[in-house]
Structure formats: C-alpha cells, structure tokens
C-alpha cells in the first residue's frame, strides 16, 4: 500500500538534488490547495496550486502531487537551489461560504552548495 | 499590478498605545485577509473581508479591530495590546474567498513593549 510521507520540520539537500516536502492537511472536505514559500522577513509567496480533481500539476521546476485517499499533499522541487533555501507552507481551501485559506506546519529547506 | 502593500513594515507600541496597520491591493479582489504569524509558525487566520464586508472572525480579542474602508483598503486597529501579541501581521487579498489563490503583503512586524 501507499506510505504517507512524514512531515519534517526541517530538510536539508545538496545543491542541484531534489527535494520533496509533504504535508497531511486536515479536512477531506478541502478542495484547494496551495504551496507557499517565505523567505525570512517576507510574506509568503505563491508557487503552485491545485484543486481536488487533479492529482498531479507542474510547473517549473516544481511538481505538486494530491492524495486525497491519504489526505496528503507533497512538493517536489527539481534541481534545488541555494535561492530555494525558505520556510514551505501548504494551505488548504474548503469551497463553502464561511471559509478560508488555513495553513499547515511549515519546512524549512536549507541547500547547501 | 500584483502587490499587497503594507504599511508600516515595523512598528513597536506601548501597551496603551492605539496604533493601525494598513494593507492596500489595486487587483480588483473582493476578499482581503488579516493573518498573524508566530515566529517559526504557519500563519493564523484573524479576519476576512468579502465585498467589503467581515465574513469571518476567528475568534480574536476585541482589542484588534478590523476596518474596510472601500475594496482596495483594510485597516487592523490596535488597542491596549499586550506584549503576547507581538508578530508578523501579514495581509492578503484573493478574487474571492474561496477556491482562489491569495496573494500576501510583506507583513509589519509588530513588538509591544
């Protein structure tokens, strides 16, 4: 069967390794979510999104899967980089009036070139 | 035109002080957000504003009040705030509150003293 990937407060790669974060949010009603970076002393910013139909979406460089079955998300960073370096955030949605997005535990992802 | 601008970016207050935190999007979105943020943890939800309307109160102490003046203004009102509260109060806007990706200011980094 399918493992749930661990959340790990920290990660640390190697320049130019992959990294994958992963993160279990909490509502099986939850339809959307997203993947924040923050670097230190900024807000977070937006790298990729998905909604529960999809089970897979890229961008560049980064791939985020959804296991709705487990309840899990992951984020998969191709070719890290030392600009990678940052605290990732998942944020999960729930499509109904009264809601908004909340954010799980964050990684914090050091790169070491 | 893809900012939230908050201002101030620091502040420090005494605890009988009234001070404002200001956040201000020229996206056009309709939902704006107030979060604050611990050091080494996610962002929590404080409020939403949906066509300039509260929509959603977590719960927070009266001593922070939240204000809408039009769709591309919101303002956090502070009063009487004790040395706990002291944080990153980041601010956010969406085209809608759900389903939709949330773009963040920068945050003001808040010390009560």
């Known amino acids: 069967g399918e493992s749930v990937g661990l959340h790990l407060p920290t990660l640390s790669v190697q320049e130019g390794d992959n990294s994958i974060i992963n993160c279990a949010y909490s509502n099986s009603a939850s339809d959307y979510f997203i993947w924040y970076k923050q670097e230190s002393g900024k807000g977070p910013q937006f790298i990729i999104d998905?909604?529960?139909?999809?089970d897979k979406r890229q961008g560049q460089r980064v791939t985020v899967l959804l296991n709705k079955t487990v309840k899990h998300l992951s984020l998969q960073i191709a070719a890290t980089q030392p600009g990678d370096s940052a605290v990732y955030f998942c944020a999960e949605n729930i499509n109904q009036a009264g809601t908004a997005l909340i954010f799980g535990k964050g990684t914090t992802l050091s790169v070491s070139s | 035109d893809t900012e939230v601008t908050q201002t101030p970016k620091h502040l420090v207050m005494g605890m009988t002080n009234k001070k404002s935190l200001k956040c201000e999007q020229h996206?056009?979105?309709?939902?704006m957000y107030w979060y604050k943020q611990k050091a080494k943890k996610p962002p929590e939800l404080m409020f939403v504003y949906s066509y300039e309307k509260l929509s959603i109160n977590e719960s927070v102490p009266s001593r922070f009040s939240p204000e809408c003046p039009n769709s591309s203004l919101l303002n956090l009102h502070l009063h009487a705030l004790q040395p706990e509260d002291s944080a990153l109060y980041l601010c956010?806007?969406?085209?809608?509150?759900?389903?939709?990706?949330?773009?963040f200011g920068q945050g003001t980094r808040l010390t009560v003293v």
């Open positions: 996206m056009g979105h309709r939902a």
């Open positions: 956010a806007s969406s085209q809608e509150v759900v389903t939709e990706r949330a773009f």
């Open positions: 998905i909604r529960s139909n999809m």
